[in-house]
Nanobody, 121 residues
Framework: QVQLVESGGGLVQPGGSLRLSCAASGSIYGINTMDWYRQAPGKERAFIARVTAGGATTYTDSVKGRFTISGDNAKNMVTLQMNSLTPEDTAVYYC???????????????WGQGTQVTVSS
């Protein structure tokens, strides 16, 4: 079983920066990627960034150039550096680990409980 815990959320002014972290523990092995999602009130949960074990990254267009995702395999952590924040970035941010054990083609998904990010003056 895998457990994920997000941290680093809080209140930040527009134009400011915030760094989120997600620590993973448990039976982590095989092919894996880690994602960040976010969900604003009344909105669908949306993908924003992914990093693979090899360090390859992808971003949704709305955060590209402002957010940076990075993973640390040794520490089983993923971070999201968020710069140039706007009120539209206000949401609960969730990390997700996707794991495919080497002996199966099945992917397993694990979610954290989320951390609130509020961008406001």
């Amino acid at each position: 079983q895998v457990q994920l815990v997000e941290s680093g959320g809080g209140l930040v002014q527009p134009g400011g920066s915030l760094r989120l972290s997600c620590a993973a523990s448990g039976s982590i092995y095989g092919i894996n990627t880690m994602d960040w999602y976010r969900q604003a009130p009344g909105k669908e949960r949306a993908f924003i960034a992914r990093v693979t074990a090899g360090g390859a990254t992808t971003y949704t267009d709305s955060v590209k150039g402002r957010f940076t995702i990075s993973g640390d395999n040794a520490k089983n952590m993923v971070t999201l550096q968020m710069n140039s924040l706007t009120p539209e970035d206000t949401a609960v941010y969730y990390c997700k680990m996707n794991i495919r054990p080497v002996w199966t083609p099945t992917w397993y998904e694990y979610w954290g409980q989320g951390t609130q990010v509020t961008v406001s003056s």
